[in-house]
Each structure stands twice: as C-alpha cells, then as structure tokens.
C-alpha cells in the first residue's frame, strides 16, 4: 500500500500509548497515520506488568491524579463494552507485611492514609481478611495488609488488539515497520511533514509517542538533543498455567526494598517481577546473574503461594525483559514542544495506567487549543523544551 499522501495528525510510535491517542484523535474525526519504528504494539508495551493503579503514586498528589485518571479511564471504557473486550482483568491489589516488619507496617499505613486522604480506595485488611481476598496466600497470623479495589491489571495485547481495531473503523491508517526518519519544519518551525523511508507524509501536526526513542525523534523535530528520558530494564518471569486457589485475581506487592509482585494472567499462569531483581540485572546482565534472578522470582512466589511447590512453577516459565522510559523527573512528559508548533511529546513511565487518560487529555489539547489543568505539572518546559 502507498505512504498515505496527507494527514491532519501523525502519531510517531504505536506502542500503548501512541495506539490510544491515535485512536482518542481519530474518534475526534481527525485524519491520523500512526507509524512504528517496528510492529504495532509497542516496545515497552510488549514488556510490561501492567498493572493499573493509582496506589503506588503517593509521593506526588497531580501525578496520582493523573494515574487515577487513567485507573478511571479503564473503568468507563469497561463499562461501555465489557472488560473482556479490552483484557481488563484482577480485583484489586494488596501490599502486605508481617508482624516482624514494624517499619514496613508503618509504611503502609501512611501510604494508606495519603490515598484515602486522596479519596483513594486503600483500606487496612487484617490477615484473615487477606486470605479471603487473595485465596491461597500464605498470610501470617499478624500480617497487616493495604487493600486497593479499584487497581486492576491487564492483558496489553488484547486492548491492542482492540484500539487497532478501531483505528481500522475510524478510517486511520496505521503503518509498521515505517519509522520516522526526520521532520520537515516550515521557516517559522511550524510542522510540516514526517519523513520515512517509504515517502513523506505532509501533515499539521506530530504527536511523539516513541517510548526510549522519543528523545531521538523530538531531535528530529526541533533540532535539539538531550530531552530527558533514561532506559530503565526490567526482568519479568510468566510462567504456564499453575491451579492457583480459586478466587484468586489480585495484584500482589511487597512493600519492602524488593518489591516482589505477583499476578495472574490471561493464560492462568503468573507473572512475577521485583524491584531489587531489576537492579541486580541492570548491574549484571549476564546470563548467570538472569538465571538467579529468575530463581529467585519464582521461589518468592512459592513462599507466597506454597501450595504450587506440588507443581514445577519453573517448568516452562519464560522471561523478559522490558526497558522502561524514565522521564528525568519520573514524572510523564505531555504537551507541545516549544518553538515548533504542531509538535506534541507523550512519554511516560507507567503507560499502561496512564495511555487512556494520557490520550483524553492531549486530545482535548489539541482539539480545543487549550490545555486541561491536570497537565500543567507534567508539560516538556519544565526541562526547556
Ligand atoms: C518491566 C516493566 C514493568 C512495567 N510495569 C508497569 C505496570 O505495572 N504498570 C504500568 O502502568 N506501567 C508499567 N510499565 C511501563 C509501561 O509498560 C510503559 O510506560 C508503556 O508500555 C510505554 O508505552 P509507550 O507506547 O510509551 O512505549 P512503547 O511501547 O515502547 O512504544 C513506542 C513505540 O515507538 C516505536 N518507535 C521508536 N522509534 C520510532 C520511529 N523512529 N518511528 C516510528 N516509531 C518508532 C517503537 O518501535 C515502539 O513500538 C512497565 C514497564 C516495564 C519495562
């Protein structure tokens, strides 16, 4: 098929979060081509926990905000066409510790006590009211636990599936394997082309969506390196379906350094990732420093779930590894890029909570001129661009 010949919008990168504001901006009735680099579906986004939540952002009240919108996000296209449509799945998540972690209870607490200020549902759940929660959980007697309903997970490649599907239906084209190679800017800097391989599409405006590759593609687009963003890697172990409890669809997290979390997938099996895994690959990606982090991740789980020591839960298990992008500040970057009208970066850490509302509100953006109040905290000028 030939390189479409004109466009209102182009969306550079179709990973979650580029997918959904190609799909929020076709819905508003604009032209859009979406490209990637790759196959649609994302980098990052093929590599993800993907869980959805607000919970694990209290240390900065609008970017909570701004997760729960997308936790909220989730709920209402959930309610207009079925959670299965889209893969939304679990019933909550719970961070828990043990009578022996004085300090860690402590820090629950008043990470519970900021989200229900926040009016987020996180409620303090002793131990038996854990093990009806999460079935199959080797809970402590004295075990104190964080329970947050409205945290969800879900399976990335069926809402793919789904918002290129829409695409499809809205009339937009989506090309892979069709990277940005540069920008064309008219002599004001406005935007006036995306140039790839296959040909030049002239278009108004060009929204940025690359994951760890937006810093190369807002060079293109305004001729200036160093935009703020860092890889971050992170190991994940799935393994096949295991007979866990019945009743069991919750996100699971420790609150300590490691960071051990758990859930179910799409196929019966589990997912299994820890922060202090992660450090220990980033430090040592070897093939022997990989193997023992994935030992490690699936003999915690068996620690949580003892009743899968009656299965090999290492049998079969597979793992990945995804590379985060990491906005200097942790914070999502969202909004047009100074001195190049037309031109729009979407980049974030937490993509999957954050892709609906992320394309709700640049949307509005773009559609109206103006921006909405919850992305002020979040625009490219804070780093000067
Ligand atoms: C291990 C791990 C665990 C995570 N856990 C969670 C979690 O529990 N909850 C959560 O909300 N988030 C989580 N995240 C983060 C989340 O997965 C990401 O924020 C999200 O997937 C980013 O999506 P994206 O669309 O921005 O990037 P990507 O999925 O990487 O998509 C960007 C796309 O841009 C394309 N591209 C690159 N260069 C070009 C070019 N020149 N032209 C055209 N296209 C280009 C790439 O091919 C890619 O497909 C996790 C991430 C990792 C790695």
């Known amino acids: 098929m030939p390189i479409p010949r004109t466009a209102d919008i182009v969306v550079a990168g179709s990973g979650i979060v580029g997918l959904a504001l190609a799909w929020r901006l076709a819905r508003s009735g604009f032209k859009i081509v979406a490209l990637d680099a790759g196959p649609a579906g994302g980098k990052i986004s093929a590599a993800t926990f993907a869980w959805i939540n607000g919970t694990s952002k209290t240390e900065n009240e609008a970017y909570h905000r701004l997760n729960r919108a997308g936790v909220d996000a989730y709920e209402k296209l959930a309610r207009q066409i079925g959670a299965a449509a889209i893969g939304l799945a679990g019933n909550g998540s719970l961070h828990w510790a043990g009578p022996e972690n004085p300090r860690l209870l402590d820090r629950m607490r008043d990470q519970g006590q900021i989200l229900r200020r926040w009016g987020y549902a996180a409620d303090p759940v002793d131990a038996p009211a854990m093990r009806r929660l999460a079935p199959g959980l080797a809970v402590p007697d004295g075990a104190e636990g964080l329970f947050a309903s409205l945290d969800r997970w879900i399976a990335v490649p069926r809402l793919l599936d789904w918002l290129k599907a829409q695409l499809a239906e809205r009339g937009a084209i989506l090309r892979e394997n069709c990277a940005?190679?540069?920008?064309?800017?008219?002599?004001?800097?406005?935007?006036?082309?995306?140039?790839?391989?296959?040909?030049?599409?002239?278009?108004?405006?060009?929204?940025?969506?690359?994951?760890?590759?937006?810093?190369?593609?807002?060079?293109?687009?305004?001729?200036?390196?160093?935009?703020?963003?860092?890889?971050?890697?992170?190991?994940?172990?799935?393994?096949?379906?295991?007979?866990?409890?019945?009743?069991?669809?919750?996100?699971?997290?420790?609150?300590?350094?490691?960071?051990?979390?758990?859930?179910?997938?799409?196929?019966?099996?589990?997912?299994?990732?820890?922060?202090?895994?992660?450090?220990?690959?980033?430090?040592?990606?070897?093939?022997?420093?990989?193997?023992?982090?994935?030992?490690?991740?699936?003999e915690r789980a068996l620690g949580w779930m003892p009743e899968l020591r009656k299965v090999d839960l290492g049998r079969g298990a597979s793992h990945r590894i995804g590379r985060r992008a990491i906005p200097a500040d942790g914070h999502s970057i969202l909004g047009p890029l100074k001195d190049t009208p037309g031109a729009y970066v979407a980049v974030t850490h937490s993509g999957v909570t954050l892709a609906l509302a992320i394309a709700e509100l640049l949307a509005e953006e773009i559609t109206t001129g103006t921006a909405p109040a919850a992305l002020s905290p979040f625009r490219p000028e804070r780093f000067g661009f």
Do not use: Y
């Open 180 to 298: 940005i190679k540069a920008v064309e800017r008219s002599p004001n800097g406005e935007i006036r082309a995306a140039i790839t391989a296959e040909g030049v599409i002239p278009c108004k405006h060009l929204v940025i969506a690359a994951g760890t590759a937006t810093p190369d593609i807002v060079q293109m687009a305004t001729g200036r390196g160093g935009f703020p963003v860092e890889e971050l890697a992170g190991l994940l172990v799935e393994t096949p379906a295991v007979p866990v409890a019945s009743g069991f669809d919750m996100v699971l997290w420790s609150p300590d350094e490691a960071g051990f979390h758990l859930r179910l997938t799409s196929g019966s099996g589990l997912l299994l990732g820890a922060d202090d895994i992660d450090a220990q690959i980033r430090a040592d990606a070897s093939e022997a420093s990989l193997a023992s982090g994935r030992a490690a991740l699936i």
